[in-house]
């Protein structure tokens, strides 16, 4: 007989995480420094990996990392407040949005495409609307025009925010520690989540409560294809689809998942993400 326990333990198992890349931490001049890696083949516009709140880098991006990496030049890097990454006294989203044209920048990348999960994807939007120039085209997943309409959004969020938190509050790796991902997965999932710093989060979600995307999103004028998670309970589908007809000729791939698909369903979410980066590379001029 399967327990009510045991179901939600495989429920919160992450994927194998395998050997990754290396990284490092890389200064970004006037701006601070963060963890960086880059892997894949070379040529063509590179990709340039945005995690969504909470997250590190790798830890949004690790399931599809290698497949990605087979065909592209792959960026991630933590963003400010998050991870190893940039450590300011305010957080703003324009300012991630600067900090990724500062890590091109610094690895010598000209045009690139932003690759946006959830908060990642404002960040996204964002460098393709205040760096248009700097923007080769936009891959966005879980992505909304904006966040928090709802009272339901604020609570789901909200109550995120002081999940992730509460990790904090239990025994197990302290902030700065990243064990190698060669043991228990959940053990480097929680190393990972405990390397943002404590209060972070909260603030975090209350600037990504404020982003509206909607009165400039129709201008976005690059190659742009969406991954929609259709099961999705804290971004409304409906909504996800709004911004993609927002887009003139963007291309979108549905796939039968929730909002964390990334880390939890690499099997459908992997895929899609795939097909999605080749039908915008296909698009660069």
């Avoid at 994927?15 to 963890?35: D, I, K, N, Y």
């Avoid at 025009?145 to 002081?162: C, G, H, K, N, Y």
Wanted: with cysteine; charged share 20%; glycine share 8%.
């Amino acid at each position: 007989m399967t327990t009510r326990t045991s179901t939600r333990s495989r429920l919160v198992r992450f994927p194998e995480v395998g050997e990754l890349p290396p990284g490092a931490m890389v200064t970004l001049p006037g701006r601070g420094s963060t963890f960086v890696t880059e892997t894949g083949e070379r040529g063509g516009p590179p990709l340039l990996l945005l995690h969504g709140l909470a997250c590190t880098g790798l830890l949004n991006w690790y399931p599809a990392l290698p497949s990605l990496a087979e065909h592209h030049h792959v960026v991630v890097f933590d963003q400010r407040w998050h991870g190893r990454g940039i450590r300011s006294p305010r957080f703003t989203l324009e300012d991630c949005a600067d900090d990724v044209v500062a890590v091109a920048d610094a690895l010598g990348i000209d045009r690139f495409i932003p690759v946006g999960y959830s908060m990642g994807s404002l960040v996204a939007q964002l460098v393709g609307h205040l760096h248009p120039d700097r923007t080769a085209g936009l891959v966005l997943a879980a992505a909304a025009p904006t966040f928090r309409r709802r009272p339901r959004e604020r609570m789901v969020l909200d109550a995120f925010a002081r999940s992730v938190n509460a990790l904090r509050a239990g025994p197990g790796a302290q902030p700065g520690e990243s064990p190698a991902p060669n043991g228990d997965a959940n053990a480097w999932v929680k190393a990972q989540f405990l390397q943002t710093a404590a209060g972070a989060i909260s603030r975090a979600t209350a600037v990504i409560g404020q982003f509206d995307a909607s009165s400039w999103a129709s201008r976005l004028d690059m190659p742009t294809a969406f991954v929609v998670t259709a099961q999705d309970r804290l971004i409304p589908v409906r909504r996800q689809r709004w911004l993609a007809g927002q887009i003139r000729d963007s291309a979108v791939y549905e796939i039968p998942a929730g909002h964390a698909a990334g880390p939890f369903r690499p099997d459908v979410f992997a895929p899609a993400l795939i097909s999605a980066c080749a039908s915008v590379t296909a698009r660069v001029e």
